[in-house]
């Protein structure tokens, strides 16, 4: 199973890809990262209120290793990604 992290998870290009993550068949739902500094330990329903009874899945304020994950989504804005890349 894939294991998938999105960085900017509480946007709304987060949101769909999140939404989209957690419908595919080779995604572990259970290991999908949603990374959000300003949503951090809050549910996922807290932004996207259309998931409420999808997932449990919380927000976590970063993503600590590209060991925990098999594919990495940038869902924020270009110069917050280039930014992003650039630590």
Not at 4 to 14: D, S
Not at 25 to 40: E, N, T
Not at 55 to 66: H, P, R
């Amino acid at each position: 199973m894939i294991r998938a992290a999105i960085i900017g998870a509480a946007g709304y290009t987060g949101g769909e890809t999140l939404r989209l993550l957690l419908q595919h068949p080779h995604v572990d739902q259970h290991r999908i990262l949603a990374v959000s500094s300003s949503h951090a330990g809050e549910h996922v329903a807290s932004a996207h209120q259309d998931l409420w009874g999808y997932t449990d899945t919380q927000f976590v304020g970063t993503l600590d290793s590209f060991d925990d994950v098999d594919v990495v989504f940038l869902c924020v804005g270009h110069g917050k990604s280039l930014e992003w890349m650039a630590n």
